[in-house]
């Protein structure tokens, strides 16, 4: 078997005396796309940011073969790591062409143009509004220019925590299209989601968390018709 | 009052106000990019008219001996901190940054000293700038996260540290430069020397600067990028620990061409700084600590309050800039909503 892109092996995340995340393992293959599933508090969120290093964690953590648990965040982003995270973290007083460019903060002004122009074919709509303040888009579109700015990085694997939340259903559908574009391109995908449904059709493989814990693990296709994952987490779809 | 006298008062206030005005961008950039209220920017003047007297009357100043002591430090730091993964890379980045650039400063000021009015100014600015840096990874990197008011007690702490400092390396006798020109020009019945224009120029071309830097280039984009979204910065890949660097390096550069305009002008001694740094922060204050234009256009009536205060009442001259605060902080707190910083 290949090594996996990301792996997280026994990492445990505490908040003081809360252990918020206990014992996970877990790994992204080349051209996966990997779902997390589990209710609201679960810890998804807390698994992506310690995975990302924006929150200490205890465990073994390697991408791409290479031990990353000491990297910082922005050592992380230069490996290969982007993390579109929950709450977006766009620079909402700054045009939405500022905010890709920052995306490749690294990269000279040629490299960051060509990669923009990628950006723009996959997500058109930013293009229209290359000029507008990132503070004053829609929630649909603001999801699209954070994870236009992580792709700007060129990662090779992409979290994203919840891409659909507070979206319209339509949006989401678009959303999840260039999930599946991504892959295609060579993106692997982690991806945390409280809309199971819409997860488990488009991953290859799913984990479910419960408590901080990874409860079940296996193809997305089998979980998804798992009696218990359907009563737990499809029903109400 | 004549009209000489009026015309005299609004171009010191002017004058004085377009150096305030640089001192309070620089509070507002710091501030914005690291959450430090600085104190220290008046220590900067201070450091940067005295290095110029000192070179231009042909001494070594003392900041260019400070400078490889901070740099000196701030490498220890750096060590300790990455003791774990020091690279070759890493020490030669570091090796260059803190101890080939300070001493290679250190020369040209013994080799330079005296030599003319614009090596004086530049090894001035380069010097005062360099300690920026070092100051940032010495007293402010260690506390990056923690709150405002632990950033302010730290900065109070450095004031007075800086302030002792430029006892030590300047003495406390005061110093006064020679003007950068000569030249003067008759604007009806006022003169204006080319000191002043001096200043007006200064102050112009660096607010030109500051938005060309700010908006056109990616390291400017990347300082408002933190400043705006901390987070958002550290996930693409800024290094936000760079960015501290980056702001006080600036601010210490505009200290130091502050201190430069102000040398011939008054006589500056080790403590001058923090009472014409405090006019910039009252200036900073009154435009919220966020907004450039309206820091300058306050800077521009401290400086016109102060020069027509000076004439009128001038035992009070400081009371009465400094008291414009309280109505400024009283408008302000009734104004906006009251937020508790979260830590």
Redesign the interface.
Known sequence: MSTPLLSVSNLSVSYGKVEAVRNVSLEVFSGEIVTVIGANGAGKSTLLNAAMGILPAVGEQTFDGAAMGRLEVEDRVAAGLSLVSERRELFSSMSVEDNLRLGAVRFSEREAQARMAGVFDRFPRLKERRRQEAGTMSGGERQMLAMGRALMAGPKVLMLDEPSLGLAPRIVADIFTIIEDLRKDGVAILLVEQNARAALNAADRAYVMELGEITMSGKAADLANDPQIERSYLGFH | MDLTILLFLVQDGITNGAIYALLGFALVLVFAVTRIIFIPQGEFVAYGALTYAMLQGGHVPGTAYLLPIFAFVALLFDLYAER??ITGAFLLRQGIEKIVVPLALLFAAREMAGVSTVSSLILTVAIVAALGPHLYRIAFQPLADRSVLVLLIAAVGTHLALTGLGLVFFGAEGQKADALTDFSIDLGPLPVSGQNIAVYVATVLLIAGLYWFFERT?QG??L??TA??R?????????TKGTGKIALALAAGIGAVSGVLLAPMTTIYYDTGFVIGLKGFVAAIIAGLASYPLTAAAAIAVGLIESFSSFFASDYKEVIVFTLLIPVLLVRSFASKHTDEED
């Open positions: 774990s993964r990616v984009k990347a408002r990028a705006v979204n987070l958002g910065a550290r996930l693409v890949g800024i290094r």
